[in-house]
Nanobody, 124 residues
Framework: VQLQASGGGLVQAGGSLRLSCAASGLTFTDYTMGWFRQAPGKEREFAARITASGFNTDYADSVKGRFSISRDNAKKTVYLQMNHLEPEDTAVYYC??????????????????WGQGTLVTVSS
């Protein structure tokens, strides 16, 4: 299984970025996909998730109304559109495929497959 995240970069506060995560080696349509982030010195935290069908999404309170998760099952790709970025959004962003449905969707332990991460830096 490979999850290849891309799209990170340096952006000014108030700007936008779109992250992509291309999956291979798994039946993409079987998996809920999530985006997590990890800021320097902090634990990895949940940002957003989308169910396998794409019909249901959830967001962390800190990004709700600014971030939007979507997926293209034909392209085996999940996206994270990030608008109105703030310096507090600076982190390495990881995509992940959920494998454990006994754990909550916002718990990183529910996800066994992870991308390599892409760095987002928001300057003030």
């Amino acid at each position: 299984v490979q999850l290849q995240a891309s799209g990170g970069g340096l952006v000014q506060a108030g700007g936008s970025l779109r992250l992509s995560c291309a999956a291979s080696g798994l039946t993409f349509t079987d998996y809920t996909m999530g985006w997590f982030r990890q800021a320097p010195g902090k634990e990895r935290e949940f940002a957003a998730r989308i169910t396998a069908s794409g019909f249901n999404t959830d967001y962390a309170d800190s990004v709700k109304g600014r971030f939007s998760i979507s997926r293209d099952n034909a392209k085996k790709t999940v996206y994270l559109q990030m608008n109105h970025l703030e310096p507090e959004d600076t982190a390495v962003y990881y995509c992940a495929a959920r494998t454990d449905y006994s754990a909550p969707y916002y718990d990183p332990r529910a996800y066994a497959y992870w991308g390599q991460g892409t760095l987002v830096t928001v300057s003030s």
